[in-house]
């Protein structure tokens, strides 16, 4: 005879709603309050838009790996995968034998291909004709990775390891795939919080840096309205992605993987040859590298990693970082601005976080509040794009010394 009491007992007992409720006192409040977090990022980024393209996955992936005995993410297989004195250490087998769905989408992440696969897309989108037009705006990417450094020495003060800070600082090159990839090598403990961080913090530029743009250029500068840049030749645009990757990669190697990606795309764009290479990078595979990356990512917010006071620190040095190379920027275009008897309007300074192209836009919108005959944007896109280089360079350069 069947008895139907037993049968809903033991579909209650094998159901997530038990497992959080019974275990509420011993960590299913944690799974409770990241289900309630998944679903306000999945509210900015749907209804108040805030980097929708990789705020939904990352809030969703989060939400699937809260669901208690879903099986789709295993926090404790990644904690033996990275433990030295494990048997399981590095052991990709495993993952691959044991893990759900999400740890299979995480090793992308771990190896690195997602976000090297995303910067041959943004590579394939970016024209750097600006940059090479007026190669000065480099310097002017440069200064803006200066909060990386403030905050890599404010990480440092606030008790985290070195790797950890490093992996906190790149949140202040405004590069979401570069945070990734760093964080993922130096401190994957961390890369939900810095994820959303970095990404949270691109989304609110036209919130975060018009302040800082005004309180750091006078009303007079920002009127400067910039002559036409010149021509670029093709030729130009072809050589410029080679020798970069060549330069870049034999003076910080541990850059090869993003610096030779980010010019692979670019390269396919200008030969006028690929064309078809060209669109699916930015197209095809943008999008579905996208997906898997943002899951895998919002997979590791779980309760008991994501729930700590560290959370709240990287939140605040994240938005220090995000200031101060936001005010870097801002400084080199002030400096440019007097050595060229003011032929540089300074706020493409701010333009060198390497947001691409929102930091540009904004730049182009402060300018023309100031003067409405002002037209920045392709002016800003030189620092904006030089920014994307500096980020990657500044992230090599801390893995191959935390690394």
């Not at 910039?226 to 541990?254: C, G, H, W, Y």
């Not at 309760?303 to 560290?310: I, M, P, Q, R, V």
């Amino acid at each position: 005879m069947i008895n139907v009491g037993e049968i809903l007992l033991n579909l209650w007992e094998g159901s997530g709603f038990n497992a959080i409720f019974s275990g509420f006192t011993t960590g299913g409040w944690q799974n409770l309050v990241m289900l309630i977090i998944a679903c306000v990022l999945l509210y900015l980024g749907i209804v108040k838009k805030f980097e929708p393209l990789l705020l939904v996955g990352i809030a969703f992936g989060c939400l699937l790996s809260n669901l208690p005995l879903g099986g789709l993410y295993h926090q404790e297989l990644w904690t033996a995968f990275m433990d030295e004195t494990s048997e399981f250490y590095h052991s990709y087998g495993e993952i691959m034998r044991h893990g759900g769905l999400l740890d299979i989408f995480y090793i992308g992440v771990k190896t690195s291909l997602y976000p090297c696969l995303i910067f041959m897309g943004v590579g394939a989108m970016t024209d750097f004709g600006p940059l090479l037009s007026n190669p000065k705006s480099l310097l002017l990417g440069a200064a803006a990775q200066m909060g990386v450094f403030v905050a890599f020495f404010g990480g440092i003060c606030l008790g985290f390891s070195g790797s950890e800070a490093a992996s906190i600082g790149i949140i202040g090159g405004a590069d979401g795939p570069t945070a990734i990839f760093l964080t993922s090598q130096l401190a994957p403990h961390l890369l939900g919080a810095i994820a959303v961080a970095a990404y949270s913090y691109m989304a609110l530029i036209p919130l975060i840096q018009p302040p800082i743009m005004n309180l750091l250029t006078n009303a007079e500068d920002r009127k400067i309205k910039m002559v036409q840049t010149r021509v670029v030749s093709k030729t130009e645009k072809i050589i410029f992605p080679i020798m970069v990757v060549i330069f870049v990669a034999l003076l910080l190697p541990d850059t090869a993987p993003l610096i030779g990606c980010l010019m692979l795309g670019n390269l396919f764009k200008e030969t006028g040859v690929t064309d078809r290479l060209s669109d699916t990078v930015q197209n095809a595979l943008m999008n579905i590298v996208t997906i898997l990356l943002s899951t895998a990512v919002g997979a590791t917010m779980v309760g008991s990693t994501f729930l700590t006071a560290n959370t709240l620190k990287i939140v605040v040095l994240g938005v220090v970082a995000f200031g101060i190379s936001t005010a870097g920027g801002l400084l080199g275009g002030n400096i440019m601005c007097k050595l060229t008897g003011k032929k540089v309007n300074p706020l493409i300074g701010s333009a060198g976080v390497s947001a691409v192209p929102m930091a540009a836009r904004v730049a182009n919108v402060q300018g023309q509040k100031a003067n409405p005959s002002n037209f920045l944007l392709m002016h800003a896109m030189g620092p904006n794009v030089a920014g994307v280089i500096g980020s990657a360079i500044a992230a090599g350069f801390l893995l191959s010394v935390f690394g």
